[in-house]
């Protein structure tokens, strides 16, 4: 017995009026897939993919650039004894961390300014499929 398991998501972007978020969403999409080592099938009838892919974002792989929220919010910690208790019986109760940690950052971050470096792109397997718009 052959036992085959897929895993397919697709991903369908209708372009808005503008043509200005659907782009940058395709970019977005594309640029993670790129940098989650996923293999790639990229489908147009308007640009073709190869130009698509040579203008995906290049990611920041510096984790140095992510916010710290811990500069924008005082730590809860830092609160007077004067403030007003809600709930007097949770005051013994341990603090809770509400900043999200770093560990917990969902997804990449992106420099729309620069490109993907080409090595990046040929280590990614790309499908791609073409048919151009009749004029």
Not at 10 to 22: G, H, K, L, P, R
Not at 31 to 47: I, T
Not at 105 to 119: A, N, T
């Amino acid at each position: 017995s052959i036992q085959v398991k897929l895993k397919v998501r697709v991903y369908i972007v209708e372009e808005d009026q503008a043509d200005s978020y659907s782009r940058l969403l395709l970019q977005y999409f594309l640029a993670e897939g790129v940098v989650c080592g996923h293999q790639l099938y990229l489908a147009s009838a308007r640009d073709h993919p190869d130009d698509i892919i040579q203008d995906l974002p290049c990611p920041i792989l510096d984790d140095n650039v992510t916010p710290n929220l811990s500069e924008t919010h005082p730590p809860a910690d830092t609160q007077s004894p004067d403030t007003m208790k809600i709930a007097w019986r949770y005051q013994n109760l341990p603090k809770v961390q509400t900043e999200l940690g770093s560990s917990s950052r969902f997804g990449h971050y992106y420099d729309l300014s620069k490109r993907m470096d080409p090595q990046m792109l040929q280590a990614t397997q790309f499908h791609t499929f073409y048919l151009p718009e009749e004029t």
